[in-house]
């Protein structure tokens, strides 16, 4: 009674933790099952969750902006968190979007084909190999792929040599495959400084690190390939039309360079009205081609201009210890949760006895 009553006056008012903590002593041989039970099933449990690793690569883009005025006003605005980097520039993909891109069935699909490696040797072979033969899953996720399985059959991930998977139209079990490869990679992009990161995820700690360099190479060759596809097709129509115009040219002279031998020393006006028709047709070739040859320099140096230059922050590394899960302070957590639930419990039932 004695207890229940300082309970009482623990709760009359204001709290007393004195009280409070007096009456959980008084209770302590209740806490000894729930707190047992609570770190025995979860330490099962976290056993049965595999352990796995993170890289970290980090970008930084370059822009060609419009004007030094602009960027100053950039810079003013970044300071309170806006971005203006991309206002002149006509890009329809800004580092903004990368992490859609990366998230796109068109960037994930080439991945399976990816060729990687684990720490200790035992596997060696494409990305979805490795997924399907060297991931391991709880038990319970298991059993529960294995009942919908049978249900209805996903069928298998076709991997041999040569087979390319359609992203237009994926099977179920290559879909299923995909949505595992996106939830193994992440981009997120820092909205001040444009900053990009590309984390990945792994069972293990080489595979980690080869798939975020590829997935890192992957995505610069793809913004290189957009920010300069205009560029390389402007260039090669100005190719081939310098092709074209030399070859003009070099008639031109052949046909000039002959009627001049077997004219040569003619008097008549007629032959010299037509050498110097041709030497003028000649004269027009060349500087066709000269002009030609002046715009093929200028769209190569704006193909150079063009392709966008990736400064590498952080480069891929295999990381030496593991990520996750973390095992002890998950334990940790859930006991200091049995605990609270259980005092709550004791406090409650004391009060209703009352």
């Known amino acids: 009674m004695e207890t229940k009553s300082k309970l009482n006056e623990a709760f009359s008012g204001r709290i007393r933790l004195d009280l409070i903590f007096r009456t959980i002593v008084s209770c302590r041989k209740k806490y000894i099952l729930p707190l047992l039970l609570t770190a025995v099933l979860s330490s099962a449990v976290m056993l049965c969750i595999p352990r796995y690793y993170q890289v970290q690569v980090m970008l930084a883009p370059e822009y060609s902006n419009g004007t030094s005025s602009m960027a100053g006003l950039g810079?003013?605005?970044?300071?309170?968190?806006?971005?203006?980097?991309?206002?002149?520039?006509?890009?329809a993909i800004a580092p903004m979007f990368y992490p859609d891109l990366m998230n796109s069935t068109d960037f994930l699909v080439p991945l399976m084909g990816v060729k990687v490696q684990t720490?200790?040797?035992?596997?060696?072979g494409k990305y979805a190999d490795y997924l399907m033969k060297k991931q391991e899953v709880p038990f319970w996720l298991l059993a529960v792929a294995k009942i919908k399985n049978l249900i209805k059959p996903i069928g298998k991930v076709n991997t041999a040599d040569g087979y390319q998977p359609d992203p237009f139209k994926l099977t179920e079990a290559e879909d299923k495959l995909v949505q595992g490869i996106a939830g193994n990679i992440s981009c997120t992009v820092d909205k001040k400084t444009d900053i990009i990161s590309i984390t990945t995820t792994a069972q293990d700690p080489l595979v980690a690190a080869l798939l975020a360099?590829?997935?890192?190479?992957?995505?610069?060759?793809?913004?290189?390939?957009?920010?300069?596809?205009?560029?390389?097709?402007?260039?090669?129509?100005?190719?081939?039309?310098?092709?074209?115009?030399?070859?003009?040219y070099l008639e031109s002279c052949h046909?000039?360079?002959?009627?001049?031998?077997?004219?040569?020393?003619?008097?008549?006006?007629?032959?010299?009205?037509?050498?110097?028709?041709?030497?003028?047709?000649?004269?027009?070739?060349?500087?066709?081609?000269?002009?030609?040859?002046?715009?093929?320099?200028?769209?190569?140096?704006?193909?150079?201009?063009?392709t966008p230059v990736f400064t590498t922050l952080q480069n891929a590394s295999v990381p030496v210890k593991h990520t996750g899960p973390k095992r002890m302070i998950t334990v940790a957590a859930l006991v200091l949760l049995a605990f609270i639930i259980t005092t709550l419990y004791q406090l409650y039932s004391l009060k209703s006895e009352d």
Not at 256 to 276: C, I, K, L, P, W
């Open 75 to 91: 810079n003013v605005a970044s300071m309170f968190g806006v971005n203006l980097g991309n206002m002149s520039s006509n890009d």
């Open 119 to 124: 720490l200790d040797g035992s596997f060696k």
């Open 213 to 248: 360099d590829t997935v890192k190479q992957r995505l610069q060759d793809f913004i290189t390939a957009y920010r300069t596809q205009k560029a390389r097709i402007d260039l090669q129509h100005v190719e081939a039309l310098c092709k074209e115009a030399h070859l003009k």
């Open 255 to 306: 046909k000039y360079s002959a009627f001049a031998d077997t004219h040569y020393g003619a008097v008549m006006e007629s032959y010299r009205n037509q050498q110097e028709q041709l030497e003028n047709e000649m004269q027009m070739a060349y500087t066709a081609y000269n002009t030609l040859t002046q715009q093929k320099v200028m769209a190569q140096a704006k193909l150079q201009e063009r």
